[in-house]
């Protein structure tokens, strides 16, 4: 296991359109993605790009998303998760797993296309940490 770039910071937000603005006026963001419907997870999501990573708005989509218990208790919404990269996502599971670390279920499409998982906070020092497979560039 090696640890690939920040692929993006998670942050919950009970509104995304609210939140661009909050980055658009308050950081001056400038590039902005069209916030979609992800479905299978539960959420909308938009990202906001930064020189280096990327900022993921999301947003519950339905009222058992994952992420509708967050904002009960974070009413203004707020930090929710890192997201780091991986070459091959089948291996990166088997070795955290073999290390002790809680995989939150299988590997499943994630925002970018390409499979995700998550690691259990309490195994990651309180971080909600997301495993990403790195989108395949074109040579
Ligand atoms: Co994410």
Known sequence: MKLGRLNHVGVATPSIENSVELYRTMLGATRIGE???????????????????????IEPLGADSPIAKFLERNPLGGQHH??????????????????????????????????????????????????????????
């Open 35 to 57: 916030p979609f419907d992800l479905p299978a997870q539960g959420v909308r999501v938009c990202f906001v790009d930064t020189p280096n990573s990327q900022i993921e708005l």
């Open 82 to 139: 890192v997201c780091f990269e991986v070459p091959d996502i089948h291996a990166a599971k088997s070795e955290l797993e073999a290390r002790g670390a809680r995989v939150l279920g299988e590997p499943r499409i994630g925002a970018h296309g390409t499979p995700v998982f998550f690691l259990h906070p309490k195994d990651m020092g309180g971080v909600l940490t997301e495993i990403m497979e790195s989108p395949k560039r074109a040579h």
